[in-house]
């Protein structure tokens, strides 16, 4: 496609429960990564995936947080039990590989857990 | 890990003055510093991106300068217009980690027609 896409566009969910939150990089782009952004801060990084492959995953914040990326296209971002300090916006990104550092970012997922 | 600070937090100007956000950052093995403008209800995208064996750089109406000394880099906006309002963000990458990104708390820019 010709952005980043990334499903649902809002999540709200009841706190304990379990969700995933989907992302569609741009065609042709094997990086892949996950920030979470809360409001009024910047993006932080979540994970990497280089090809199928998490390259980097240091930024998830506890075992509660997993994401796959199977074909090394689709990801899935999944937040199991979740909590209400979970709630914020989760953004997807994509870049080429080659030294380009440039990320394209889609619009996010904002997540509230009520 | 890398830890990066940026100022103004708001910053209001008049249509067609210049508008001037910095950063500093506390890893010297830095070396990429991106800036990203986002709009509201979207993601952050990319405006211009400066590495670290570079001083300056310009595009248009908007350039970068870095000050690898001091660990701190600025973004210029001249003869600024209403659609540059937006939420501003820096960030930096660390050597070695060169795909993740530290990204600093933003600067809501407000240009006053």
């Known amino acids: 496609g010709a952005g980043v896409s990334q499903t649902p566009s809002n999540k709200v969910t009841e706190k304990g429960k379990y969700v995933e939150l989907r992302c569609d990089p741009i065609?042709?782009?094997?990086?892949l990564y996950w920030y979470r952004q809360s409001l009024g801060q910047g993006p932080e990084f979540l994970i990497y995936f280089q090809g199928t492959g998490a390259a980097d995953d240091s930024g998830l914040p506890n075992d509660r947080f997993f994401a796959v990326r199977p074909e090394g296209s689709v990801s899935t971002l999944k937040i199991q039990r979740t909590e209400r300090g979970d709630s914020a916006v989760y953004l997807c990104?994509?870049?080429?590989?080659?030294?380009?550092?440039?990320?394209?970012f889609g619009s996010g997922t904002r997540l509230t857990v009520v | 890990g890398e830890n990066v600070e940026q100022h103004p937090s708001t910053l209001s100007v008049q249509e067609g003055d210049s508008a001037v956000i910095k950063c500093t950052y506390s890893?010297?093995?830095?070396?990429?510093f991106p800036w990203y403008k986002q709009e509201l209800g979207k993601g952050p995208q990319l405006i211009i991106d400066i590495r670290s064996n570079v001083g300056e750089k310009k595009d248009q109406r908007i350039a970068v300068t870095l000050n690898k000394t001091a660990k701190h880099f600025s973004l210029h906006i001249t003869e600024t217009q209403p659609e540059d309002s937006a939420v501003y963000f820096c960030a930096a990458s660390l050597s070695g980690s060169a795909r993740q990104l530290t990204f600093g708390s933003g600067t809501q820019l407000t240009v006053l027609p």
């Open positions: 890893d010297s093995a830095s070396n990429y």
């Open positions: 990104a994509s870049s080429q590989t080659g030294g380009s550092y440039g990320y394209t």
């Open positions: 065609s042709g782009h094997t990086a």
